[in-house]
């Protein structure tokens, strides 16, 4: 192989193997060929293992009744050159969130040595030239993220990046040199160097989910790296769906269908990003979330987020089991 910085994609996976198989093929067929996925399954139970084993990207089962992770090391083929990738299979004895699966991952590929990482969830789908695109700005930035586009439609965002930018050609206008500086969605394809994990860490696991993202990037910049957006490397993603509230006829109608294990790490998360790295938001988001429910005299739901709010204030953690199914 030609002397060249190495790349190492970090997939977490959990019950999604249809897609994450998807991904998977995404993956080696890249115009600038990966030389290593950590992939991390965190305790799957819909047979993501035996489906690996018969798409023969792992050659032996895990384990059963596992009691902390189990990692091993596997060859598959790119199809671009035929070279080798190894797979690293990791699967968690327990659900730990996208969270702790990116710390996991992203510890063991910078433990590695690998030069570049490529963060990714299992229902993500790099077009074939995400990397070579996003690697062709690598001397702007250590922290490079795709544009994030709809499977079903793609011509628009899945995540926006802001007011007037939920479209690729809104995206394009507005680059300078190809790329948009300071916004990007993390954990999305992003790709980052060993570098910034050297300064700054792995991601925080103890968020769980819905979160952990915003806050390595925030970290970031905190930490003065530059995140950028390249717009012409393309990572396809399903439609953000979460949704607090929905419309019924011409007027706004509360949603009462709680999802606790998603809401509370998502308050208890921004809550502690907030108050870290945003403080004027911070006072915003707990005046606007209490108007909001007290207007519709949801007192449950207001203990809900104030609850969810101080553990993050005070960084907390471990609450969300008691919503784990």
């Known amino acids: 192989m030609e002397n060249k910085e190495t790349v ?9 193997k249809n897609l994450l198989k998807e991904c998977l093929e995404a993956l080696i067929k890249q ?3 990966i030389q290593a996925i950590y992939l991390i399954d965190n305790a799957s139970t819909d047979g993501t293992p035996d489906l690996l084993l018969e798409k023969d990207y792992i050659k032996e089962l895990p384990p059963k009744n596992l009691s902390k992770p189990w990692e ?40 590695r040595g690998y030069d570049w990482l490529w963060l990714m969830d299992d229902d993500g789908l790099p077009k074939n030239d995400c990397l070579e695109i996003l690697l062709s700005k690598k ?17 628009e965002m899945s995540f926006g990046l802001g007011k007037g930018l939920m479209t690729i ?19 999305n394809g992003i790709l980052i160097s060993k570098k910034l994990v050297q300064k700054i860490g792995y991601p925080k696991k103890e968020m769980f989910i819905w979160g952990d993202e915003i806050e390595y990037q925030l970290r970031t910049v905190n930490k003065g790296f530059n995140v950028v957006t390249v717009v012409n490397a393309i990572h396809y993603h399903p439609k953000n769906k979460l949704k607090r509230v929905r419309i019924k006829g011409t007027k706004w109608e509360l949603s009462f269908q709680y999802d606790y294990l998603r809401d509370y790490c998502y308050v208890r998360n921004e809550a502690y990003n907030n108050i870290r790295y945003r403080r004027k938001r911070f006072i915003k988001k707990i005046m606007m979330y209490t108007m909001f429910f007290l207007s519709y ?27 784990l199914k």
């Open 72 to 111: 091993k090391e596997f060859e598959i083929k790119n199809l671009t050159d035929e070279d080798t990738i190894k797979l690293y299979y990791v699967r968690m004895h327990e659900n730990t969130g996208g969270a702790g699966g990116f710390h996991e991952g992203v510890k063991r590929g910078y433990e």
């Open 31 to 33: 115009t600038r060929p």
């Open 8 to 16: 190492c994609a970090v997939v977490v996976t959990y019950n999604r």
């Open 169 to 187: 050609k809104e995206c394009q206008l507005k680059a300078k040199d190809g790329i948009l500086e300071n916004v990007a969605n993390p954990f």
């Open 297 to 323: 005299l949801d007192i449950k739901g207001l203990l809900f987020y104030l609850n969810a709010t101080i553990d993050g204030i005070f960084g907390k953690w471990g609450k969300e089991k008691r919503y």
């Open 139 to 155: 001397d702007v930035a250590d922290f490079l993220a795709p544009l994030v586009v709809r499977i079903d439609k793609k011509d």
